[in-house]
């Protein structure tokens, strides 16, 4: 058996979640995108009592690395390391749009495309197939009514994610399809769980944010 505590705070609603090995033990959910510096470490602490443990029973962490809100992965992942280093737990970090791929119903399509809006008609976007295999890797991408159109000639792509409704008002094709995907830390659970076997760790001390593009403040 093992504990194991999943972090998201890339999207818009931030989540953890609680694990035995793959199996959901306990999930919260913050819709406030605002709160959730505030909000993290007392949901993680109200989650691992409700479930009748207590925090040093946690054995590895599982986070989604990006890419997502800049704000948030920072808020998500310092959290995550300053845990693994109070309770020298390993880290274990999973790409935001893989995590998303996981969280797409059972449809007809070949690949799935999960998209976080990245403002205005950008969007962070990968593609994998039905295994979950990556097809085209995580990068941004500005939408228009020729996106994606090389694969659309022989495929059917599932979009999903913030981003969908960007591509779905430009982007008109047979092969397209756009889908609701609700991914929630809970999805973190079966790769985590994979990794966690696999002892599959990232190094704590030099871990990142996968932000795919540099933040960027103007001059003042």
Known sequence: MAILLHIDTALETASVCLSDNEKVIGLAINEKQKDHAAWL????LDLVQAAGLTVSDIEAIGISIGPGSY????IGLSAAKGLCYALNIPLITVD????????????NADFICPLIDARRMEVFA???????????QPSALIVDNKSFFNL????RIAFCGSGSKKLQS?????NAMFTECNATAAHLAPIVYDDWMKK???????????????FYTKPH
Not at 71 to 74: D, K, Q
Not at 152 to 155: D, E, F, N
Not at 203 to 208: G, H, P
């Open 41 to 44: 470490h007392p949901a993680i």
């Open 71 to 74: 704000t948030g992965l920072r």
């Open 96 to 107: 935001t749009l893989y995590m998303m791929a996981h969280a797409i119903e059972e449809n």
């Open 126 to 136: 990968a593609v994998y197939n039905k295994l979950w295999q990556e097809i085209v």
């Open 152 to 155: 659309l000639l022989t495929k």
């Open 170 to 174: 430009v982007l008109c094709h047979d």
């Open 200 to 214: 599959k760790f990232s190094d704590l001390a030099y871990t990142e944010p996968f932000y795919i593009k540099e």
